[in-house]
């Protein structure tokens, strides 16, 4: 057989199968030993449970009060310095911004002393409803961490991290609503979590207002007793009336800037990992890599072959 026959065999259709018969055994053993690793791999690994919610906007009758106000008195307010209030998306905006704020997001977990749990915890258990450790960074039992002398003790700073990979924010601005969920092996603390998390944050921004408002209220005051003017006194007081609602709005309303529908629910079912899709996966692409690499052997055969004459008449006509 020629060259050019060998190298049309080599790439045809049957040549191609004939190859992968030949090769059937390398490939059966690549495929195989993979497809058990990739058990082997997915046995091991923790579920992980998702707890989310759906949230809406807080309304209040004041967002209308304000926006009409902030028309008719804004110079006015803006000279004395006086915020007349956010509208509504801001305050999502603001909400969102603030879930990812690492200061915000640092102080909540040193505050909820969760450290352990996102740096140490390594899985949970279904029946005794605990977690698990890794034992050669953190003692459960003593609440201690185990670190050598060549590591630095886990913080606050690299917990943030952590967290924030477990925390999914997405805002659908056509609806208004915003949906957050919370990743984690144990389900209950993924559910506490994520409510105190939500509470927190609307809890830091209607802190902000209550404080905006009530200096904005006692600033008013003053310039109220100070002018003479009956217009401007009427101007000052409107002003007044509209933060004084604020802040009774602030002081009231414990979801402040988005409230869940519903509440939220405990996860019963994982959420990843999938395992039967990681399975096939894997072994798929070892299925792939042991083809490619019999092709490749047989080209290199093929490429020994196809030389291996001409090397064979030079030796003739040296000789």
Not at 73 to 82: F, R, T, Y
Not at 152 to 163: H, R, S, V
């Amino acid at each position: 057989m020629s060259k050019q026959e060998r190298q049309d065999v080599s790439f045809s259709i049957v040549g191609f199968f004939s190859i992968l018969w030949k090769n059937i055994y390398l490939i059966a053993i690549i495929t195989i030993v993979s497809a058990v690793l990739a058990v082997i791999y997915v046995k091991n690994m923790p579920d992980v449970y998702k707890a989310e919610v759906v949230m809406t906007p807080a309304s209040g009758d004041d967002t209308s009060n304000l926006s009409g106000l902030s028309g008719q008195l804004g110079g006015l307010a803006s000279l004395s310095g006086i915020n007349l209030g956010s509208s509504g998306n801001n305050k999502v905006a603001e909400f969102i911004a603030l879930s990812k704020s690492r200061n915000f997001v640092q102080n909540f977990i040193k505050k909820y002393q969760i450290l352990p749990q996102l740096m140490a915890a390594t899985s949970w258990n279904k029946t005794t409803n605990t977690l698990t450790y890794d034992t050669t960074i953190y003692n459960n039992a003593t609440k201690s961490w185990l670190v050598k002398k060549d590591k630095k003790l886990p913080t606050t700073w690299n917990g943030y991290d952590k967290f924030l990979s477990l925390i999914t924010v997405l805002d659908d601005s056509g609806s208004g609503l915003v949906k957050m969920s919370l990743n984690f092996y144990d389900p209950h603390l993924a559910k506490q979590w994520l409510s105190l998390f939500i509470t927190e944050l609307n809890d830091a921004i209607r802190q902000d207002d209550i404080s905006d408002a009530q200096n904005s209220i006692d600033y008013l005051s003053k310039q109220a007793e100070l002018s003479e003017l009956q217009s401007v006194k009427r101007v000052f007081y409107n002003l007044i009336e509209q933060k004084t609602k604020t802040l009774l709005l602030a002081k009231v309303n414990k979801s402040y800037v988005l409230k869940p529908l519903g509440g939220i629910a405990l996860p019963e079912e994982k959420d990843s990992p999938k395992r039967s899709l990681i399975v096939i996966l894997v072994t798929f692409v070892a299925f792939l890599i042991a083809v490619i690499f019999a092709l490749f052997r047989h080209l290199l055969v093929i490429e020994r072959l196809s030389t291996a004459p001409l090397r064979s008449e030079h030796d003739d006509v040296s000789e």
